[in-house]
């Protein structure tokens, strides 16, 4: 294994990437107690592509990702998400760049006292310009797109942890975002239902030509992406077979 160089990426795709990484660090902690997380983290991940990254727990997997996503301020270096500069970015900056992310958690972050069609509608809220019932209609046909049609009105305690899975990727996917950004999604889930999880978010995410960046310890769904990072102890490496 070696760090990754973002220059074999470009050699691979000679076009404009969605999210453009240039020599990140990130802490943790202040003073004594501050501890380095992230080391010179370089990456392109360009439009329409599906990246794997996988790692040991604490390596840095989900920081990096939460930095991507926006939930979390860049520290030092260039943080650039579909053409935005999040190093140093306004709140409202950020705001628009998260308008254009789907994201997908472990643990589906339902909200109990919402029906799946509700939980759905809330990726719309901050897409003023669409009336109650347009941003209804559209959960409906997402609920519908991931066959869960006849669980509209249904609340999160009466799904299987698949269903709630499939709400939570209908829930990323009805605002057609440009990036996907997955932490864990199969963890919680058998080999059936991981799998099907995880090719129902490749078919729509590629229906709607987004790019998904998806973290996972789990072994059994690698071969859904062409290329597959590796985070160790807040370094980004590659395999010496890629170059």
Partial sequence: MQILNYYHSKQLFPYESVISIRNINH?????????????????????????????????GKTTLLSLIGGLRSCQYGSLKVIGRELCG?????LIKVRRQIGYIFQSHNLLNSLTARQNVEMSLELHDRLSWKARQARAVRMLEAVGLGNYVNSYPENLSGGQKQRVAIARALVANPKIILADEPTASLDKKSG?????LMQTLAQEQSCTILLVTHDSRILDIAPRILHMEDGYL?????DN
Avoid: C, H, W
């Fill in 27 to 59: 802490f943790f902690g202040k003073k004594s107690l501050r501890k380095q997380v992230l080391f010179n983290i370089n990456l392109d991940i360009y439009p329409g592509e599906i990246v794997i990254m996988t790692g040991p727990s604490g390596s």
């Fill in 89 to 93: 970015a306004e709140q409202n900056q």
């Fill in 195 to 199: 799998r099907e999880v995880v090719e």
């Fill in 237 to 241: 490496l590659v395999d010496n077979k």
